[in-house]
C-alpha cells in the first residue's frame, strides 16, 4: 500500500529559527495535502497543492510539491511558539481514502 | 457555523465491549469520514461514508462498521474491543461529491475527536 514518511520526526528550535520538514510518498501522488496538529487537537487543514513543482506561501509557511509528484516540504521562516505541534503531510487515494504521513513534531523555545 | 462535532468525548471501556462513537459534519458537507489515531502516530483512514454509502475503506478488522444517516452524520461502531483499540477516534467531513469536483473539496475538517481508552 502506499507509504507515506516525513523526516525529522521531531524537531526542537530556538524562536526566531527556521524550520523544515519533508515529505515522501511511495508512488506518485495527485495532489498532497498539509495539515497541522497542536497538542490535544485535531488536525486542521493547511494546505492542498495539486501541480508539479507547485509553490504556495502562506505569511511565514512555504509549501513545495517536487517536480515528480512523489515529495513536498513545509518550511516555516522564523518560528514563533504559536507553531508548536505536529506537522503532516497527507496523500488523498482513491475517492477520500487519505494516507496520512508519520508527522514531524516542532517544538520551539521561547 | 458550528464545525464538526463529536460524541462522547472520552469513553473508558473494557476489553470484548462494544462502543458507538458519533459525528455531525459541517452543515453542507455529505462526506464523511472515519481515521484512528494512536498516541504518537498519524490519523489512520478507516471510512468514508457519502450519501449514506461506504465509499472507501481502510485496513481494518470487521470489528469495525459504520453507518451514515439520512441527515449525513454518522455512527462507528467497534464490537470486540482490544486493548488496541485505545486511541483518538477523528470524524471528518467535507464538501467532496461523488463525480465532478474541485480540489478545494478535498480539504476535510476535523472533529475534536473521542478519546476511546480499552482497559
Known amino acids: 500500500g502506499q507509504q507515506v514518511m516525513q523526516i525529522p520526526q521531531y524537531q526542537h528550535v530556538q524562536e526566531g529559527e527556521d524550520f523544515t520538514t519533508y515529505c515522501n510518498s511511495s508512488?506518485?501522488?495527485?495532489?498532497i495535502q498539509w495539515y497541522k496538529q497542536r497538542p490535544g487537537g485535531h488536525p486542521v487543514f493547511l494546505i492542498q497543492l495539486v501541480k508539479s513543482g507547485e509553490v504556495k506561501k502562506q505569511k511565514r509557511l512555504t509549501f513545495q510539491f517536487g517536480e515528480a509528484k512523489k515529495n513536498s516540504s513545509l518550511h516555516i521562516t522564523a518560528t514563533q511558539t504559536t507553531d508548536v505541534g505536529t506537522y503532516f503531510c497527507?496523500?488523498?487515494?482513491?475517492?477520500?481514502?487519505?494516507?496520512f504521513g508519520t508527522g514531524t513534531k516542532l517544538q520551539v523555545i521561547p | 457555523d458550528a464545525g464538526v462535532t463529536q460524541s462522547p468525548t472520552h469513553l473508558i471501556k473494557t476489553r470484548g465491549q462494544q462502543v458507538t462513537l458519533r459525528c455531525s459534519p459541517i452543515?453542507?458537507?455529505?462526506?464523511v469520514s472515519w481515521y484512528q489515531q494512536v498516541l504518537g502516530q498519524g490519523p489512520q483512514f478507516i471510512f468514508q461514508?457519502?450519501?449514506?454509502?461506504?465509499?472507501g475503506r481502510g485496513n481494518f478488522p470487521d470489528r469495525f462498521s459504520a453507518r451514515q444517516f439520512p441527515n449525513y452524520s454518522s455512527e462507528l461502531n467497534v464490537n470486540a474491543l482490544l486493548l488496541g483499540d485505545s486511541a483518538l477516534y477523528l470524524c471528518a467531513s467535507s464538501l467532496w461529491v461523488l463525480g465532478p469536483s474541485t480540489p478545494a473539496d478535498n480539504e476535510q475538517f476535523f472533529g475534536p475527536g473521542t478519546r476511546l481508552t480499552v482497559l
Open positions: 461514508y457519502y450519501e449514506k454509502e461506504e465509499r
Open positions: 508512488t506518485t501522488l495527485s495532489n
Open positions: 452543515s453542507g458537507h455529505k462526506s
Open positions: 497527507a496523500a488523498p487515494g482513491g475517492y477520500q481514502k487519505v494516507t
